[in-house]
Structure formats: structure tokens, C-alpha cells
């Protein structure tokens, strides 16, 4: 056995975690008043050609409305496990914020961030949001265009 195998493995070992490196990146989604029950709201990412990547958030308990976020529901073809990521619905103009870990190599690599919401007995607003995420986009404020007043992102 060659001895400088086991300093190559450590070394490639102290490497890996540098190349594979993660943040915590902050979601904030106001939500309008739009005088409706809790909202559901699902915030995923989708790649440079619309691909579904990855959910980040959802606020939605109760699986049997998940169709109602329809481009999230399309994309996850229900296949989707939430455990660590979900939470409770939103109230009509509260702030729904949430922090995940995204790798270091999602950032300016074409993805974009996008929400779908939902009320009951009201209008399901598919990709309500979406917008590019990219180191020069944080903190910057997008306006949906149903129950989303403004959702921004904060690397």
C-alpha cells in the first residue's frame, strides 16, 4: 500500500466540504390583506429551463389542497417530502419568514426562485413570484401578483 494514500484521502476529505458549501439564505413573503382565510404558499426552485430543482418552503398542512399550488404540485407530481420544511398556512397580511441552506453553486447558475399561493374559496395564484436567484438579487423586493405583497431574499 502506498503510505501517501491515507494523506491524499484526508486532504480530499478537508476539500469536499469547500466545493459542496452551503449558506443560509432568509425567504421573506408579506402577504397582502386580501381578506381571506390563511394562505398556502409554496416557495421552490426551478433551474434555467423551468425544471423543477428543489421546494425550499411550504406553508400548507393539509396535503389534500397541495393542487392548489399548481406549478409546485405539477413539478413535485406529489412526490415530494416537506418533513423540515413546512409549516402552518399564512394569515391574510402577515410575514411569512423562513431560513433554508442553499449551496453556494445555485447562486448565479440560471435559478430562480418561485412562489405559488392559495385561498381557500378564492384565486390559486400559480408562480405568483419568480425571480433570479443571484448574489446582485438580495434584497431586492418583488411584488407577486395575488396574495404576495412583497418577497425578498437576503443571502
Not at 59 to 73: F, G, I, N, Q, T
Not at 116 to 142: C, Q
Request: glycine share 10%; proline share 5%.
Amino acid at each position: 500500500m502506498n503510505p501517501t494514500w491515507p494523506l491524499a484521502a484526508v486532504a480530499g476529505a478537508l476539500v469536499l466540504p469547500s466545493i459542496a458549501s452551503a449558506r443560509p439564505v432568509v425567504l421573506e413573503t408579506q402577504l397582502t390583506s386580501y381578506g381571506g382565510d390563511g394562505a398556502y404558499v409554496a416557495i421552490y426552485l426551478v433551474d434555467r429551463t423551468g425544471k423543477y430543482h428543489s421546494t425550499l418552503w411550504v406553508a400548507a398542512p393539509k396535503v389534500k389542497y397541495w393542487s392548489h399550488l399548481r406549478d409546485w404540485s405539477r413539478a413535485t407530481a406529489g412526490a415530494v417530502k416537506v418533513d423540515g420544511i413546512s409549516g402552518a398556512s399564512v394569515g391574510a397580511g402577515k410575514t411569512l419568514r423562513v431560513t433554508v441552506e442553499l449551496a453556494d453553486a445555485l447562486l448565479d447558475a440560471g435559478y430562480e426562485i418561485r412562489i405559488d399561493t392559495a385561498v381557500e374559496k378564492m384565486k390559486d395564484n400559480p408562480s405568483e413570484v419568480a425571480v433570479p436567484l443571484t448574489r446582485a438579487g438580495t434584497d431586492k423586493v418583488a411584488v407577486g401578483r395575488g396574495y404576495v405583497k412583497s418577497f425578498r431574499y437576503t443571502l
